[in-house]
C-alpha cells in the first residue's frame, strides 16, 4: 500500500521539524519529571498528577509519532508567487453575499491549517472550492451544513 502524502509549503516544513523536535527534547523531559515528582508522592493508585502526567505522556508520544509520519511523508511545494489564479500557499479575500461580510483565507496543506489564524486546508470544502479559481469568480462551497457561495474578491 502507498504511503500517504501530506502537502507542506518549506515554511510548513520547517515547522513541523521544530514542533517534533521540541517534542521529543524538551516537553518529553518535562514529562518525565513530573512523573517522577508525583512517584515520589508515594501510592499511586490514588496519585491524580501522577496520573495526569502519564496521560499526557501518552498524548505527547502520539503527537510526536504522527508529525514524525507526517514529516516523512511532507511534499514540499514549490513557493508560488502567481496571484492570477488560487493555490496552496494563496492568501484569497472572499465576499459571502448570504452572510454580507468578507474574509480573508490562507491556503495551506492540512498539517498546515489552523482554523484561529484563518489558514485553510486545500482538503477542506471552502479550500477544494477556491483552488484554481480567478478574482471575480463565484465558487460554491459543498459543506456538511449544506451549500453556499462565495465570491473571490483579492488573491495576493
Do not use: W
Not at 44 to 63: C, I, K, V
Amino acid at each position: 500500500m502507498a504511503e500517504q502524502q501530506f502537502i507542506m509549503t518549506q515554511k510548513g516544513y520547517d515547522e513541523a521539524v521544530e514542533r517534533l523536535k521540541y517534542l521529543q527534547t524538551v516537553k518529553r523531559q518535562e514529562i518525565v519529571e513530573r512523573i517522577s515528582e508525583a512517584r515520589s508522592h508515594g501510592d499511586l493508585s490514588e496519585n491524580a498528577e501522577y496520573d495526569a502526567a502519564r496521560n499526557e505522556q501518552a498524548a505527547n508520544e502520539g503527537e510526536i509519532v504522527d508529525l514524525d509520519y507526517k514529516i516523512k511523508n511532507a511534499v514540499i511545494l514549490e513557493e508560488n508567487s502567481d496571484t492570477s489564479y488560487v493555490h496552496i500557499g494563496s492568501k484569497v479575500r472572499v465576499y459571502d453575499e448570504e452572510m454580507d461580510e468578507e474574509e480573508v483565507y490562507e491556503i495551506t496543506g492540512s498539517t498546515e491549517s489552523n482554523a484561529m489564524e484563518n489558514k485553510i486546508s486545500n482538503e477542506s470544502p471552502v479550500g477544494k472550492a477556491l483552488l484554481k479559481h480567478k478574482v471575480k469568480d463565484v465558487v460554491k462551497v459543498v459543506a456538511p451544513d449544506g451549500e453556499y457561495k462565495l465570491t473571490i474578491k483579492e488573491i495576493f
